[in-house]
């Protein structure tokens, strides 16, 4: 069955220093999605990408944060200067037209 | 602003028992109500509703959706250890963004 993979799955990172995050949606999927998760936290949606621009990004998605669709499978998620509270868990997601949302197994950002 | 708001927290059971778990919401321009298992990770697809009334069943859960008092149930019978995780309800807006509760965390003692 087809899953969302994301790379790495931990990322360690010092304060001040860009990071990407990678994600492979399923391959027929045509929208996709960044959420994150902080230790004992809510799911917190990040941003939805559909035909190749953001649709939709809540106020956390700030001038920090951006993404991409590099080519017709990778869909990545950088943050230019990280902060302390910018750990945590990022989850990538995509889904078809009226279907639900699949997650990807996440990547830990830990930044310190 | 969205809100879903799911009950109770955290239930320990024994195998065999059956638990119900609540999921009550408040969104502008619904789109669809969908459940997910959270085990160690990744939240995993359980069920989607988008009707009043109709059950949705898989094995031994099932969830229905009440539309007109804003809230779904997730049911699981005969529960067994491995349906130990915390179970995530999200609704979906009609942008594209899913709102999640805080969940609820089952533990289920052999």
């Known amino acids: 069955e087809p899953e969302v993979t994301q790379t790495p799955s931990h990322q360690v990172t010092q304060m001040g220093q860009e990071v990407i995050l990678r994600c492979v949606p399923i391959s027929n999927h045509l929208y996709f999605y960044w959420y994150r998760q902080i230790l004992g936290q809510k799911v917190e949606f990040l941003v939805s990408f559909y035909n190749n621009e953001i649709s939709e990004k809540s106020e956390i998605f700030d001038d920090q944060f951006s993404v991409e669709r590099p080519d017709g499978s990778n869909f990545t998620l950088k943050i230019r200067s990280t902060k302390l509270e910018d750990s945590a868990m990022y989850f990538c997601a995509s889904r078809r037209t009226g279907e639900a949302e699949y997650f990807g197994p996440g990547t830990r950002l830990t930044v310190t | 602003e969205d809100k879903v708001v799911q009950s109770p927290l955290s239930l320990v059971v024994h195998e065999g028992d059956t638990v119900t778990l609540n999921c009550s919401y408040e969104v502008t321009n619904f789109r669809s109500l969908l459940w997910y298992k959270q085990e160690k990770k990744a939240p995993t697809f359980l069920f989607m509703l988008?009707?009043?009334?109709i059950e949705k069943k898989s094995g031994r859960l099932s969830s229905i959706l009440d539309k007109k008092e804003l809230f779904s149930i997730l049911n699981i019978t005969a529960t067994q250890t491995g349906d130990s995780a915390i179970y995530l309800c999200?609704?979906?807006?009609?942008?594209?963004?899913?709102?999640f509760g805080g969940g609820t965390r089952v533990l289920v003692k052999p």
């Open positions: 999200a609704v979906g807006a009609a942008g594209n963004k899913l709102t």
């Open positions: 988008t009707s009043s009334g």
